[in-house]
């Protein structure tokens, strides 16, 4: 049931298009099942949105999928090749798995320009110039060139934001995860947010969303992934699970966060 109904951009899902796939991936913290049988492929330029209760198990899956949280059993593959363990390896996979954070992340002591350039230069290892362009160029895109130089405590958390999505497209990642990108953002906000988004959907990005923003997930998304439990319940068309949702708790679960 995890057809993909809409072709976008420039992909052509496919059966070998696969990027991300985890394989019967179990988690606990303790006694806490957090991550139970997941099984789920995302393909090159697919965006997925997840979404589900709070404590389901959304952000361990985003931190398991760049190994910030190691599996107790299953597999995880970006590009074919299973998460490493350590080491240079790491790092590199980090840089391929970009990450924005609820909360804004990025490195309070440099400048907004400086957040977007470092990367680049320590583990992509451009020259300063090139990676400056480029840090430039992917401001630019998300609408924050007048900020280059500040600090980020000196711009609004939208503005952050932005920062932090243009700071993980630095370094060309194949992958962006988002986990909860809007939600510490005062309303006015989210949109300017939602729009660098829609933005990177349109250009092909391969996105993975944790979110409860609806007009995102119906008008991005390809798929959307509802979780309960530690558990994939329902998995996809974001038409088909607004509208026709299957299973009881998400049922439930969208009767509170479309009638609150
Ligand atoms: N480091 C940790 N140690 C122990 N338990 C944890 C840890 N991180 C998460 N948990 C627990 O694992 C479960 C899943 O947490 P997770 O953060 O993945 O949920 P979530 O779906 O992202 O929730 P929310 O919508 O509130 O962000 C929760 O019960 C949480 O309390
Ligand atoms: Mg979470």
Redesign the pocket.
Known sequence: MSGVAVTKGNTAPGTDDALVVLKNVNKHFGALHVLRDIDLTIRRGEVVVVIGP?GSG???LCRAINRLEAIDSGEIAIDGRPLPAEGRELAALRADVGMVF?SFNLFAHRTVLQNVTLGQIKVRKKDKKEAEDRARALLERVGVTTQADKYPAQLSGGQQQRVAIARALAMEPKVMLF??PTSALDPEMINEVLEVMQQLARDGMTMVV?THEMGFARSAANRVVFMSDGRIVEETTPDEFFTNPRSDRAKDFLSKILHH
């Open positions: 709070s959304k952000s361990t609820q986990d909860e944790v």
